[in-house]
């Protein structure tokens, strides 16, 4: 695990995905989305779409949306120890 995710408490960690990127720049839940798109070859093209005004609102409240059901999807939440 990253150092600075060692910092955050289990809810934290619990309530949204984290990404660290390289340079030391964390984001986490609906604020993360448009920095991974940008990462992920295939998806770079869309990446604009989130950063547009008003974007965020709708970004956050999506990823909320899914994070409050992502059990019901098959998703797992482990922490690495």
């Known amino acids: 695990m990253h150092p600075e995710l060692l910092e955050l408490s289990d809810q934290v960690l619990h309530e949204a995905m984290h990404l660290v990127l390289p340079d030391g720049r964390t984001y986490a839940g609906g604020r993360a989305v448009p920095e991974l798109l940008a990462l992920l070859p295939g998806w770079r093209w869309v990446s604009w779409i989130p950063r547009l005004p008003g974007a965020r ?18 998703c797992t939440v482990e922490r690495e120890k």
């Open 57 to 74: 609102w709708v970004t956050d409240r999506g990823y909320r949306w899914v994070a409050a059901r992502r059990h019901r999807l098959g």
